[in-house]
């Protein structure tokens, strides 16, 4: 089975400055998607970024980006010029991208990181 | 646009009782999941379905019970609520293997 490891539970950050939160995971596949997740205090979990495990190229969405590193097992996202609003806490997950779509999207979610951004 | 909507948002049971969390989604969508998220933790796959009338076990099933009748619905079921059972639970739904939408969450406290 696979796991998802984030180390930090917490991580404070000032407006407009840089942080990454970091993650591992563990599996034996070689193909699947990874993804990071906000979950504000409205408790709304928000897709923020998706990487395909087969891209080389780090995912990137704005002021958020990826560090993929596949030999490693290492997903870390980065947010720059960070906001008052991205303040909360922020998942990473797993799915297998499964033969023939046999893993009906299942994700497998790491224990959370809790993001205050200080004004 | 909906999407994917759950009832009732918050809920205090005793043990004993029995309860059913809705889930109904908009968006046409094939899959549908249900997770539960502890206190400071990630989210648990509970059940999943991929279509109406086909329903299968997550990670963590026990003490509960799904149904999909139709491709909108996916209730689940708690037929002897314990005190394990206090959770903020998720309903959630894609089409495929595409992007999951998310609930706002349920939290249900077992007393």
């Known amino acids: 089975a696979q796991t998802v490891t984030q180390s930090q539970p917490e991580m404070s950050v000032q407006e407009a400055e840089t942080v990454t939160l970091s993650c591992t995971y563990d599996?034996?596949?070689?193909?699947?998607?990874l993804f990071w997740y906000k979950q504000p205090p409205s408790r709304q979990m928000i897709l923020v970024i998706r990487?395909?495990?087969?891209?080389?190229q780090n995912a990137t969405e704005n002021r958020f980006s990826v560090n993929f590193q596949k030999a490693a097992k290492s997903f870390s996202l980065k947010i720059s010029d960070s906001q008052l609003g991205d303040a909360a806490m922020y998942f990473c997950?797993?799915?297998?991208?499964?033969?023939?779509?046999?893993?009906?999207?299942?994700?497998?979610f790491g224990q959370g990181t809790i993001l205050t951004v200080h004004p | 646009n909906a999407g994917v909507t759950q009832t009732p948002k918050f809920r205090i049971l005793k043990i004993g009782q029995s309860m059913t969390l809705q889930c109904t989604q908009d968006?046409?969508?094939?899959?549908m999941y249900w997770y539960r998220q502890d206190p400071g933790m990630g989210l648990k796959l509970i059940y999943y379905?991929?279509?109406?009338?086909?329903?299968d076990k997550g990670e963590v099933p026990n003490g509960y019970n799904v149904s999909r009748s139709t491709t909108e619905d996916f209730p689940l079921r708690l037929e002897l609520a314990a005190p394990s059972q206090t959770s903020v639970y998720f309903c959630?739904?894609?089409?495929?293997?595409?992007?999951?939408?998310f609930g706002e969450g349920s939290r249900l406290t077992v007393l």
């Open positions: 959630a739904s894609s089409y495929g293997e595409g992007e999951l939408f």
């Open positions: 599996t034996s596949e070689s193909d699947y998607y």
């Open positions: 990487q395909e495990a087969y891209k080389q």
């Open positions: 997950a797993y799915r297998s991208a499964g033969a023939g779509g046999t893993s009906y999207g299942k994700l497998t």
């Open positions: 968006m046409n969508h094939n899959y």
């Open positions: 379905s991929v279509g109406a009338g086909i329903t």
